[in-house]
């Protein structure tokens, strides 16, 4: 008894000193709150601004943590586990990486006060702005800025009111919450919890200097920053499914030694079809994983070595994306479907885990389009436009 008490004791004491273990804790205690707030509140945000989520983007010349691309994707996953919602949401604190391409002045006033900052938007579809002297004026609505309701500051895509005046990677206009309305709209089948809301503005004026091109040149000499942007914003929802896998096949763990079925049949680990579909889903699932931080970390010794990232790396980096979003997501079938009857009442974890992973998969960087794309480049022949 005193050996089991001691372990106790031990794996308790584990927790305590990794605080991510704790957040994950809180998000299980909170995760249905969420979903039917349909956000994350703004004190939860705090939480994760506490463990460096939100300054893990920010360049260190304004207190930016410096973290890995590969550490920050290690974070999400470790959320996600928790909640595929808050994961999913904690992925932006990477959007710093976008908002390096602002003016470094500009940089210099939006992280003054902290360098935890949390940066929505919602930049499709790209709305027609009138360009002034100086700045823009901008109306129009914008779809699914996830975290919006948490954010420190709000953006939105526009482009030239007259055809071709902007290049074919879209402008962003950075606003305050109080230029900004939040239509409350969010009403989705999985990740609930992201409060994706549309956002609209009306006749409100914005400066040249808090603008950006979403994908342009930073203004910021840090490694992170000549990291491919639009490859790491890809990365770090693909990886929200990793952990949402993690946690099915956690489910079914814990499953598996529980009662013997209803019709008599025996326990899950007694079967020797669980037992097989439980390994090959585990073999997929650090497969992916493999894939995604291998390849992330050679990348990253390559732009540390000094080395330009090439059109392969790019290519390569953004299937590393939509294939652990893939695999994935068909862990969490896999285990949806090991379950049998009993996952199919709406409060079992499997039919969060189920829903928020096929959400995951529907984003658009995360597509079949981008198989295309990755085999373009491998075969040497023009990607899709957009796609480097």
Not at 6 to 11: D, F, G, I, K, M
Request: aromatic letters at 8%; charged letters at 20%; proline letters at 5%.
């Amino acid at each position: 008894m005193s050996a089991i008490i001691t372990s106790e004791v031990a794996a308790s004491a584990a927790v305590e000193q990794d605080p991510i273990g704790l957040l994950q804790q809180e998000i299980r205690a909170h995760r249905d709150e969420f979903a039917q707030l349909k956000y994350v509140p703004r004190d939860f945000m705090a939480k994760l601004k506490k463990v460096g989520v939100f300054r893990a983007g920010t360049p260190k010349c304004f207190g930016g943590s410096g973290i890995s691309p590969s550490e920050f994707l290690k974070l999400i996953e470790r959320i996600s586990e928790a909640d595929g919602s808050v994961g999913w949401v904690a992925s932006f604190g990477s959007a710093s990486v976008y908002l390096a391409a602002l003016p470094k002045a500009t940089q210099a006033k939006m992280y003054a006060t902290s360098p935890d900052l949390v940066f929505a938007g919602g930049l499709f579809p790209i709305q027609p702005a009138t360009q002034t002297p100086g700045g823009w004026m901008v109306n129009g609505t914008w779809k699914f800025a996830s975290g919006c309701k948490g954010a420190d500051l709000l953006g939105v895509g526009i482009g030239a009111a007259v055809p071709g005046q902007v290049g074919s990677k879209p402008r962003t206009a950075v606003f305050t919450p109080d230029k900004v309305d939040i239509i409350d709209n969010w009403d989705v089948m999985g990740l609930t919890g992201t409060g994706s809301h549309d956002l609209r503005v009306i006749q409100q004026y914005v400066e040249d200097e808090w603008t950006f091109i979403r994908g342009g040149e930073p203004m910021i000499d840090e490694p992170l920053y000549r990291y491919p942007s639009i490859a790491y914003a890809a990365q770090v929802l693909g990886v929200v499914n990793l952990g949402i896998a993690r946690a099915a096949l956690d489910e079914i763990i814990t499953m598996a030694g529980g009662r013997v079925a209803i019709t008599g049949a025996p326990k899950l680990a007694d079967r020797s079809y669980v037992r097989i579909e439980v390994a090959k889903s585990e073999a997929m699932l650090r497969s992916a994983q493999a894939f995604l931080y291998d390849t992330t970390d050679s990348v990253w010794q390559s732009i540390l070595a000094g080395n330009a990232v090439t059109p392969e790396q790019v290519a390569i980096l953004r299937l590393t994306a939509v294939e652990v979003a893939r695999i994935g997501s068909q862990v969490v079938q896999n285990m949806f479907g090991l379950a049998g009857t009993t996952a199919i009442y709406s409060r079992h974890p499997l039919q969060r885990y189920l829903r928020d992973a096929a959400v995951v998969k529907q984003h658009a960087f995360l597509g079949e389009g981008i198989y295309d794309g990755a085999g373009a480049v491998t075969l040497g022949v023009p990607p899709i436009p957009g796609f480097l």
